[in-house]
């Protein structure tokens, strides 16, 4: 027979809490802070890790600053970066490993950019 609660030999341990991250409001000079490295040409992701806040929190008040960071990682000159190394040689996984992002979103991008991607992947031999 099965048993029931009540024959339960030792009573449950209690639940441990959560490690829940509650929202952290950021001062205007915070915010200012995050809005000067974007536009130095660091990446959200860069931006977040130096900040001690999750990417996403970046974005949200670069957004209500007016700027579209909709390619969180890459920076405002990233695309102009990504082009150079593509063109140096450097092959779509080396190019993400740089900037921390998918190799899907830098092939994405050159091809926004106009770049012909290169057959194969394989890094010029100029770049080894």
Not at 88 to 95: K, S
Not at 99 to 112: H, M, P, S, W, Y
Request: net charge positive.
């Amino acid at each position: 027979m099965a048993a029931t609660w009540a024959d339960s030999p030792e009573p449950a341990e209690p639940r441990a809490r959560s490690q829940c991250r509650t929202l952290r409001q950021l001062a205007n000079s915070d915010t200012d802070e995050l809005v000067h490295a974007w536009e130095q040409g660091v990446g959200v992701a860069e931006i977040a890790a130096r900040s001690g806040i999750h990417r996403s929190t970046v974005w949200r008040h670069l957004r209500n600053r007016g700027i579209d960071a909709s390619d969180r990682s890459m920076g405002p000159n990233g695309l102009t970066r990504a082009i150079e190394l593509y063109a140096e040689g450097r092959t779509l996984v080396q190019i993400a490993r740089e900037f921390g992002v998918a190799k899907k979103t830098i092939r994405k991008r050159l091809v926004e950019g106009g770049v012909v991607i290169r057959r194969g992947g394989r890094a010029s031999w100029e770049s080894r």
